[in-house]
C-alpha cells in the first residue's frame, strides 16, 4: 500500500519536469547551461538546502549564467 502512495508525488514530479522541458524556454537555457539533467537537479538540491529563493527567474539566471542568485537571502534557521 505505501508502494503506491509514493508513486503518485513521483509521477506529478516527472509530469513537472516533462511540462517544464518542453514548455518553460528559462529552465531549457539552465539545463542547457548545465549540460546534464542531473546536474541541474544536483545544483537545484544544494541550492535549496541553502538559500531562500525570491524567484524562479531569478534562479534560473543564476543557474544559466554560472553565478550566485543576487536577491537571495541566505537561509539562518
Given at each position: ?20 522541458l518542453k ?55
Amino acid at each position: 500500500m505505501k508502494k503506491v502512495n509514493l508513486s503518485v508525488p513521483m509521477m506529478l514530479s516527472f509530469l513537472i519536469d516533462q511540462i517544464q522541458l518542453k514548455c518553460c524556454r528559462v529552465f531549457q537555457s539552465a539545463l542547457g547551461a548545465q549540460k546534464r539533467i542531473s546536474y541541474l537537479w544536483e545544483k537545484l538540491r544544494r541550492w535549496f538546502e541553502d538559500w531562500l529563493l525570491s524567484s524562479w527567474e531569478e534562479f534560473y539566471a543564476a543557474l544559466i549564467n554560472g553565478v550566485r542568485p543576487t536577491k537571495i537571502i541566505i537561509n539562518t534557521s
